[in-house]
């Protein structure tokens, strides 16, 4: 059947989708611990010759982190600055962890006028297949410093989430499944943090009205996704026949279980004869 998550165990190529809130406390602190789990397991899967790419959230998290602001800095200009800082500080820690491991990661910074000029789009998936052919682990965020979609506009934007972010770049890599790990266990039918009487959705095969009417707004405050951008990534890498996979971020692990078959989560199934991943 469609919703047999044992074609996950097949999986080659896999995109991986972190979010603020699995990277940092609740105080805005990078959570350590769990940056460097999410190393050891996307290496463990790199010895078995599986293909990552690792799309993270967090640089202006890491950034107030870093600079040891009380809060998120409000104007577009302060947030951007803070990216720039954070970013930098993201990346270190994430070379830093994997090293340990024995891998290499480079950064890739998008923004939405690189995937929609054909030329630059190219060249983006060459260097995406020539890092992945080499070993090396793509590390791909939104270039916050330059581009204001995700810190000006919020859940309304069209490309600035990470979460819309990673089906495109699941679709630019031709990917057989993504996995966005987030601080909730998968999809339910109403929101759990308003409504006692919640059921978790193991199996979205369509993304149909009545599943629509259950993604909430935004996510956390230390985060800008919800399950609007859930649903829109999920939209995007299914019609182009990926699968995907939407699970708790808190313990790292769960990756392994997810590429284990397990039913862990919300499995969005992929349409049968969807159109070119990298279109």
Known sequence: ???DRSILREAKRIV?????STLTYDNGKTNLGTMDK?????????????EIVLVSSGAIGVGVGKLKFRGKPK?????QAVAAVGQCELMHMYSKFFSEYGHVVAQILLTRDV????????NVINTFETLIELGIVPIVNENDSVSIDE????EHRVFGDNDTLSAIVSKLVKADVLIILSDIDGFYDCD????SCFNLISTIEDITPEIEKCAGGAGTKRGTGGMITKLSAARIVTS???NMVLANGKDPGVILKILNGEKVGTMFVAKKGGCEKNE
């Open 151 to 154: 810190i000006e506009y919020g």
């Open 240 to 242: 182009a026949g990926i």
């Open 1 to 3: 059947m469609c919703d």
């Open 38 to 50: 999410l190393a050891r397991v996307l290496s463990d899967l790199l010895n078995q010759d599986k």
């Open 192 to 195: 759990p943090k308003k409504n």
């Open 115 to 122: 995937v929609d000029n054909d030329h630059r789009r190219q």
């Open 75 to 79: 104007t577009v200009r302060e947030k």
């Open 16 to 20: 991986v989708k972190v979010g603020t």
